[in-house]
């Protein structure tokens, strides 16, 4: 069993910086994907970042440039650097870790953490 536990959300104003935490419990795997969603209410949950066990990244349209994601293997955890923050960033940020199986996938997810950004 995968427990996922984020930290790091808060209230920022425009133009600010927030990081945020991950700590993965449980068998982790080499080839497991950690990443970050965000949702909004009423909208679906998007894919933010996404960073493989060897270091390869991937960063939707809209964050390119202003958010990095990195990874932590011997401690299990994922950061998300977010600079320049715009109110349109402003959602529920999801901690995930996808995993491809023999015959199906998984997909882990913690509580979520709220950012606010406001303008």
């Known amino acids: 069993q995968v427990q996922l536990v984020e930290s790091g959300g808060g209230l920022v104003q425009a133009g600010g910086s927030l990081r945020l935490s991950c700590v993965a419990s449980?068998?982790?795997?080499?080839?497991?994907?950690m990443g970050w969603y965000r949702q909004v209410p009423g909208k679906q949950r998007e894919l933010v970042s996404s960073?493989?066990?060897?270091?390869?990244?991937n960063y939707a349209d809209s964050v390119k440039g202003r958010f990095t994601i990195s990874r932590d293997n011997a401690k299990s955890t994922v950061y998300l650097q977010m600079n320049s923050l715009k109110p349109e960033d402003t959602a529920v940020y999801y901690c995930n870790i996808f995993r491809r199986g023999a015959t199906r996938n998984y997909d882990y997810w913690g509580q979520g953490t709220q950012v606010t950004v406001s303008s």
């Open positions: 960073i493989t066990s060897g270091g390869g990244t």
């Open positions: 449980g068998i982790i795997l080499g080839s497991d994907v």
